[in-house]
Antibody
Framework: EVQLVESGGGLVQPGGSLRLSCAASGFTFSNYAVTWVRQAPGKGLEWVSTISGDGSSTWYADTVKGRFTLSRDNSKNTLYLEMNRLRAEDTAVYFC????????????????WGQGTLVTVSS | EILLTQSPATLSLSPGERATLSCRASHSISNYLAWYQQKPGQAPRLLIYDASNRATGISARFSGSGSGTDFTLTISSLEPEDFAVYYCQQRSNWPQITFGQGTRLEIK
């Protein structure tokens, strides 16, 4: 059974930092791109960042570029999102999601999602 | 950036009725569109990808159509568990992925 479990969310002050993790199981982790999508309270979905299966390629939304860093450790089946210089508008539930395809670098369709971890940026 | 506009914002129907949800792209996206269902407090669930392909395990009640700029998600006969929020998502100009704002399907 495919599982994605996020952790690391919490309350942080504006300008602060946080590292989210996403632990994966039930599939060959290194074969798939993985993505973070966030959802502000009561709002819609926003793509944040994607990393290829081998970790050689990463892509970021303009809203987080230069502040967030996405990485993965395939030996631990874990994804990491390092978030720096956090702003109030980064407040959201952060979901990690598995790419649907293992052939291409990333297909950007997401067939399995974690339950999310809440990040609150407030003083 | 490709904008996706979903309509209606809210759709009120009864179980057994047919639901038709729309997603319009600001530029042509070929067939690079997915649909997701999200229930309160849950993660989104992939229903349809490449405009018309059902994801694994998705009921045949759900079907997708369209290409270019206009897309439709149809639920043939609503079951109680289908009442949720539905999002469309494009991957045409990856990596700049965008989602629509969502359509809330509620029980009438």
């Amino acid at each position: 059974e495919v599982q994605l479990v996020e952790s690391g969310g919490g309350l942080v002050q504006p300008g602060g930092s946080l590292r989210l993790s996403c632990a994966a199981s039930g599939f060959t982790f290194s074969n798939y791109a993985v993505t973070w999508v966030r959802q502000a309270p009561g709002k819609g979905l926003e793509w944040v960042s994607t990393i290829s299966g081998d970790g050689s390629s990463t892509w970021y939304a303009d809203t987080v570029k230069g502040r967030f860093t996405l990485s993965r450790d395939n030996s631990k089946n874990t994804l990491y999102l390092e978030m720096n210089r956090l702003r109030a508008e980064d407040t959201a539930v952060y979901f990690c999601a598995k790419d649907i395809d293992y052939v291409s670098t990333a297909l950007f369709y997401f067939d399995y999602w974690g339950q999310g971890t809440l990040v609150t940026v407030s003083s | 950036e490709i904008l996706l506009t979903q309509s209606p914002a809210t759709l009120s129907l009864s179980p057994g009725e047919r639901a038709t949800l729309s997603c319009r792209a600001s530029h042509s996206i070929s067939n690079y569109l997915a649909w997701y269902q999200q229930k309160p407090g849950q993660a989104p669930r992939l229903l349809i990808y490449d405009a018309s392909n059902r994801a694994t395990g998705i009921s045949a009640r759900f079907s997708g159509s369209g290409s270019g700029t206009d897309f439709t998600l149809t639920i043939s006969s609503l079951e109680p568990e289908d009442f949720a929020v539905y999002y469309c998502q494009q991957r045409s100009n990856w990596p700049q992925i965008t989602f629509g704002q969502g359509t809330r399907l509620e029980i009438k």
